[in-house]
């Protein structure tokens, strides 16, 4: 999404003009195929403060960088591993730089088990943590569902091969592996995405710091 390989950081300059957050949040964008979550975060990119930097999907970067793609067990299996070390790295690296309040991910760690083949047992062992390790580094999740294709799922997007079915099959799993996480929300699908990705920003913005939220004038009550 970033052509430049700069770290994605939202457009508004904040109000708070600290150079260094020592505490920053990671805030998990999840879901099935086709749930909107590239349409949340470029109005995520647009309305919210500098001091918010989105994490593009690790998968996005595999697939899109030439990583085969291959069917079998074994093929997955590489790739999902491939998928979770830049995602790893990314999260550490963004913790480490303590200049953002909030880091907003494209898909958390636990998105690699909706997508394992084979035994879970093996998906741990290659991730090196457990759930709630996961659950403990994540300071919450935002879970937006897949739509159906009655209701606007769509294959636009040349990196996605599922169908309607697999896609649901997908975000079901998602369901269960993030549930139980502690702040975990779940917003689903509208005929009118607006009103999804409002609920999803919302959500965000419960997540900021009071000194980057006095920033914004995105909804009324912060005008």
């Known amino acids: 999404m970033v052509p430049n390989n700069e770290p994605m950081v939202c457009q508004k300059q904040c109000d708070c003009q600290q150079d ?6 990671l805030v998990v964008l999840t879901g099935g195929p086709g749930a909107g979550k590239t349409a949340v975060m470029e109005i995520v990119r647009k309305d919210l403060c500098e001091h918010v930097v989105i ?3 690790a998968a996005s970067i595999v697939f899109g960088g030439g990583f085969w793609r291959l069917g ?3 093929g997955r299996q590489a790739s999902q591993r491939a998928i979770l070390h830049i995602q790893q790295e990314m999260e550490k690296l963004v913790l480490s730089e303590e200049k953002w309040s909030l880091a907003l991910c494209d898909r958390g760690i636990l998105d690699g088990l909706a997508y394992w083949p084979g ?3 093996d998906f741990w062992q290659a991730a090196g943590t457990s759930l709630e390790a996961e659950y403990a580094r ?8 897949t739509p159906t294709e009655e209701f606007g799922y769509n ?21 269960d592996i ?12 509208t005929p009118d995405f607006l009103i999804k990705a409002e609920k999803a920003l919302r959500y965000i913005v419960e997540d900021m710091p009071e000194c980057c939220v006095r920033s914004l004038r ?5 005008q």
């Open 178 to 189: 993030w549930s139980k996480h502690p702040r975990y929300r779940m917003i689903e699908s």
């Open 218 to 222: 995105i909804f009324p009550e912060h």
């Open 138 to 145: 994540y300071h919450s999740v935002i879970h937006l569902r």
């Open 55 to 57: 994490l593009p999907e």
């Open 155 to 175: 294959h636009q997007n040349p990196l996605r091969i599922e169908s309607a079915e697999q896609a649901a099959e997908i975000d079901n799993r998602i369901y």
């Open 119 to 121: 035994d879970e047992h």
């Open 72 to 74: 079998s067990v074994s």
């Open 20 to 25: 260094v957050h020592q505490k920053t949040k």
